[in-house]
């Protein structure tokens, strides 16, 4: 089963290629933020949103409520630890 695992962007990286930097448990990493940008919610907007980061992209904007309850629920499942070593090991170009 795939999990997102929430984290927050700290800064825009590649505003083009709409790359950010995130912070997920204190590992910081690049992704893609394409999917969560729009005419309403341009790049340079994104910065502090906490976001559903799957496979090195953010998937969807979530709040910090539900970040907090999702990275909960993630380490009681046991499924955290595993999650944030595959993002480690993730590299977006």
Same mark, same amino acid.
């Given at each position: 089963?795939?999990?997102?695992?929430?984290?927050?962007?700290?800064?825009?990286?590649?505003?083009?290629?709409?790359?950010?930097?995130?912070?997920?448990?204190?590992?910081?990493?690049?992704?893609?933020?394409?999917?969560?940008? !729009?005419?309403?919610?341009?790049? $340079?907007?994104?910065?502090?949103?906490?976001? +559903? =980061?799957?496979? %090195?992209? *953010?998937? !969807?904007?979530?709040?910090?409520? $539900?970040?907090?309850?999702?990275?909960?629920? +993630? =380490?009681?499942? %046991?499924? *955290?630890?595993?999650?944030?070593?595959?993002?480690?090991?993730?590299?977006?170009?």
């Amino acid at each position: 089963m795939c999990h997102g695992i929430p984290g927050q962007i700290i800064r825009i990286d590649d505003a083009e290629s709409r790359l950010a930097t995130v912070d997920v448990s204190g590992v910081k990493r690049q992704v893609n933020i394409a999917c969560i940008v !729009s005419d309403d919610h341009p790049v $340079q907007s994104c910065v502090g949103d906490w976001v +559903l =980061i799957h496979v %090195g992209f *953010a998937m !969807s904007r979530i709040d910090e409520q $539900q970040a907090a309850e999702t990275l909960k629920i +993630l =380490i009681e499942l %046991g499924e *955290a630890q595993a999650e944030l070593e595959a993002i480690t090991t993730l590299s977006v170009h």
